[in-house]
């Protein structure tokens, strides 16, 4: 049950990943005129999807290797989104421009890395518990 679980959520991030990284990319990158649809994006918002949609890509190798790696990416993950969305409301109090959809994106993005960052950490506690954990740190 346990691997199935790995394995399900490992899935499951990289399908996020790719998602966050293909349209995070398509709009610092403009690929296919997308910055247009976007209306007023916030630059360093979009930059910090960029970055972390990779550190979610890395976390899936964690995932399926069963190591502390996925916890420790993903942490860092959510430390990087709970900083750019401070940032980004210093940047709408002091009167920049920003789409009403932003807010509700970086805080569903938080919470979500928070569930994988939960995830991660219980199916490492039981690999643990059981000794067949491969973490050597």
Known sequence: MKKLLTYLTAA???IFGFATFFASSAILLDLFGVRETEGNYVPF???TNFIVS???????????KNKILAIKLLL????ILIVAFAGLWVHIWSGGLYETKTIGAM???IIVTIGFAVVA???NKKSKSHGNN???N
């Open 12 to 14: 499951a991030l990289a």
């Open 45 to 47: 918002i979009v930059f």
């Open 54 to 64: 990779l550190l979610y890509l890395v976390a899936v190798y964690g995932f399926l």
């Open 76 to 79: 860092a993950s959510l430390v």
């Open 107 to 109: 805080a569903f993005r």
């Open 121 to 123: 950490y219980f199916i």
């Open 134 to 136: 491969e973490v050597r």
